[in-house]
């Protein structure tokens, strides 16, 4: 018999309240509808899981993560429903989609844009960590945008591999995360805290600025010892400002007691829009970003082993 997810789920049939509509997205084991609420009319983002597929119990954590978090940049979710063989959890819906996609589509971007996002990525890390969640998973497809007023708001999504914990008694030692974004502690198997959503912040504003992965390769052992090692360089990027690379610099730290914490990172001139080049970026910018969005869609998927 298929487990509940009980006292998570708003009672009575979806189909009740919302009209199931075309389908917007999918996954290994979901597929993402929109549907309409049939009183307010409203639209949202319906994710359908297959229940037989999943570990129930994670997916419940998940539920009840997000259901604690509300932050203008954190995805929302609205309710869950329930069926004998589909859990439905009710998202808002965000038009842009992934944010790498949307930059590439904009066509005119510049490092203040990135600057721009990358405060808004942190403002939501500040607040899960305050909250003593660790995401976890941070990288380019758990982050959405849509326009507002001509600039793009981001949200975090994806909070399947997150977990509450307490700083003062908890230590974290599952291994999991996506490979690219991975941070050293990780990999070392050692147990590890909220520093490892600092390095993911890291890596996605090296691309945010590049157009490229700071580690990369398609042999793991390989792609792996090069995040240990630290072992990036800026030869191919000299249009990055001073700023921008020093933030970075104070990310991509293999002793996660000397990473910036979310508190300290938006504190930096960068972040805060200082020492920005305004220059739009040169259209090898946006070929690269093309291209690193074709190859990540091919790429391993996040992995979580205890």
Not at 101 to 119: F, L
């Amino acid at each position: 018999m298929a487990e509940s997810a009980e006292h998570s789920t708003t009672p009575g049939d979806i189909n009740d309240h919302y009209t199931i509509q075309e389908e917007i997205g999918r996954g290994s084991f979901s597929t993402v509808r929109s549907g309409k609420h049939k009183i307010s009319g409203e639209v949202f983002a319906i994710k359908c899981i297959q229940k037989k597929f999943i570990k129930m119990h994670l997916l419940e954590r998940e539920i009840k993560i997000m259901k604690k978090l509300k932050h203008p940049h954190i995805l929302p979710l609205v309710e869950v429903f329930e069926n004998k063989e589909t859990i439905f959890l009710v998202l808002q819906m965000v038009s842009g989609g992934e944010l790498f996609d949307k930059i590439v589509e904009r066509g005119n971007y510049s490092e203040k844009d990135a600057s721009n996002i990358v405060r808004q990525i942190l403002g939501a890390v500040s607040y899960l960590h305050s909250e003593g969640v660790v995401h976890r998973d941070l990288k380019p497809e758990n982050l959405l945008c849509a326009e507002k007023n001509g600039e793009m708001h981001i949200y975090v999504a994806d909070f399947g591999l997150s977990r509450v914990y307490d700083e003062k008694f908890d230590k974290l030692t599952t291994y999991c995360g996506s490979p690219e974004y991975v941070a050293p502690e990780v990999l070392a198997c050692v147990p590890y805290e909220k520093a490892v959503d600092m390095w993911s912040v890291g890596v996605v504003t090296y691309i945010l600025l590049t157009g490229f992965l700071p580690f990369y390769d398609k042999i793991h052992t390989v792609l792996f010892e090069k995040i240990q090692q630290v072992d990036y360089n800026w030869d191919d990027c000299p249009e990055v400002s001073a700023e921008g690379k020093h933030f970075i610099q104070h990310l991509l730290v293999r002793d996660p007691k000397k990473r910036y914490n979310a508190e300290q990172a938006l504190r930096h001139p960068w972040v805060k829009g200082e020492g920005v080049s305004k220059l739009t970026l040169q259209p090898s910018f946006l070929d690269l970003m093309k291209e690193y969005n074709r190859d990540r869609k091919g790429r391993t998927a996040s992995f979580e082993a205890s």
